[in-house]
């Protein structure tokens, strides 16, 4: 017999709580990305200034990727109590664990104060940053998703996903501010005040998550005490290639985002000579444009079907690679400027809008959060995590150009589409429905009834 789910409170409408899930999202994300434009701009020269020219690059690219490899333990400590405890409590404290590691960065000692226990510590940091946040993706969507009306999943979902564009924003912006100190200054304490300024951004998103209930999907496994003892193992268990086809659909949104955000960003400024105000000032631009377009695209999902509006990203993704590649060698900053705006305004919001309704909808109430944690952090470690190091790597077998890197970007975006289309429509899927088969069972995994 089924008990319906309690009603939330006014105090808790959809609105409000997809506006809490953006806030408290770009805050962390903020945290996060902080950290990649770090290592582009200062990491190699205060932490890692034992090394000489090249590998002081790849070793603060190494540290960056640590936090995607820390990120699925993470994923799976808060996607486990997220499915048994709550969506909202685990939301708190993966917050705070961002919001703590992202500040001791800021004040911690450089090489040259303390020799090798500086990128020691840095790692240690950065893995406490890749476990907050890999907790906090799969809360923040289900906040927005589960406590949506059907028809406007697409839309109230996206604002989840505008917290990466946002966080990249907010991040780009105030080292673009940083920036316009003199070096000496910039490289002394200029980019410690970044990181620092998490302090009141934490205590900010720890308000506004504190003012929002526990979603009404979760309330209602709750209610009829289905709780799942192991969410994890039942996920393996019952949807396993809804899962890997899952995390082949992230594979060209994250290799997206960290090329132009991460290494174009370094790549333009050390390789081509664009001043780092100039790049940082078309990033900021570029995920304007992407906070923008992942709210357009997430309500085009609403209308025209998830899938749909998601491929039309990737395809567009595939062809823009090698103009991208020509635009960013070519130097001017009118091309650099198309680049970064065309790849995280365009593209990624394009590809990132539909996603928080399609993965939600894919799996089952039961082990959502857990689904969602593990889809988005492991296959991050190489969608997201490595990208930087292989198109680092690939420009070196390259004689210094890009072009192998826009092939590497061709094949993902194939693989990506190849995977979307392995994978049923999910627009219009009733969130209570059991799409796996029992345990027992052994039947395969069915498509979504639509409502």
């Known amino acids: 017999m089924s008990t319906a789910a309690p009603r939330p409170a006014e105090a808790s409408s959809p609105r409000k709580v997809a506006a809490a899930s953006a806030v408290g999202a770009t805050i962390e994300w903020y945290d996060f990305f902080l950290y990649g434009t770090a290592a582009g701009l200062v990491f190699d020269q205060l932490f890692f200034n034992g090394l000489d020219g090249p590998a002081a690059q ?5 540290t960056f990727a640590v936090g995607f490899v820390a990120r699925p333990i993470g994923g799976l400590i808060f996607g486990h109590f997220g499915d048994r405890i709550g969506r ?10 961002m919001g703590a590691g992202t500040a001791a960065i800021g ?18 940091l950065r893995i406490l940053q890749g476990i907050g946040v890999g907790g906090e993706y799969g809360g923040a969507v289900l906040l927005a998703v589960e406590f949506a009306p059907g028809e406007r999943r697409g839309f109230f979902g996206s604002f989840a996903h505008i917290g990466v564009p946002g966080g990249l924003f907010l991040a ?48 209602q496994v709750q209610a009829t005490k289905e709780i799942s003892p192991n969410p994890v193992a039942e996920l393996v268990r019952r949807q396993p290639r809804t899962l890997l086809l899952g995390m082949g659909t992230r594979f060209i949104e994250g290799f997206t985002f960290n090329l132009f955000s991460v290494y174009l960003l370094a790549y333009t400024v050390k390789e081509v000579g664009i001043p780092k105000s100039t790049v940082l000032n078309a990033i900021m631009v570029g995920a304007l444009v992407g906070v923008a377009l992942v709210l357009a695209s997430g309500r085009l999902s609403d209308t025209f079907g998830r899938k749909r509006v998601y491929n039309t990203g ?14 960013v060698q070519g130097g001017t900053t009118l091309g650099v400027a198309v680049t970064f705006v065309g790849g995280l305004g365009v593209i990624y919001g394009i590809v990132y809008g539909p996603l928080a309704a399609f993965w939600s909808e894919l799996f089952d109430t039961r082990y959502r959060y857990s689904a969602l944690s593990t889809l988005y952090q492991v296959s ?15 420009v070196t077998r390259g004689d210094g150009t890009l ?14 589409l190849a995977c979307a289309a392995l994978l049923p429509e999910t627009r219009g899927r009733d969130l209570h429905e059991d799409l796996a088969p029992s345990a027992a069972s052994g039947e395969p995994e069915r498509e979504p009834a639509l409502r």
């Open 58 to 62: 790849f070793a603060a690219f190494g």
């Open 380 to 394: 991050g470690i190489l969608a997201s995590g490595l990208t930087p190091l292989i198109a680092a790597w690939l």
């Open 88 to 97: 909202k409590t685990m939301l708190i404290w993966t917050l705070v664990i």
């Open 107 to 124: 004040l911690l000692p450089t090489y040259d104060e303390i020799g090798v226990w500086a990128p020691v510590l840095l790692v240690v």
């Open 314 to 327: 990737v395809v567009i993704a595939l062809l823009f690679a090698f103009p991208a590649a020509w635009l």
């Open 403 to 416: 072009w192998l890197v826009a092939g590497y970007n061709v094949v993902v975006a194939l693989i990506s």
């Open 172 to 219: 780009s912006g105030a080292f673009a501010i940083a920036s316009q100190l003199p070096d000496e200054a910039f490289l002394a304490w200029g980019w410690r005040a970044c990181f620092l300024v998490s302090i009141v951004l934490l205590a900010i998103g720890a308000w506004i998550r504190l003012s929002v209930m526990e979603t009404p999907a979760f309330q």
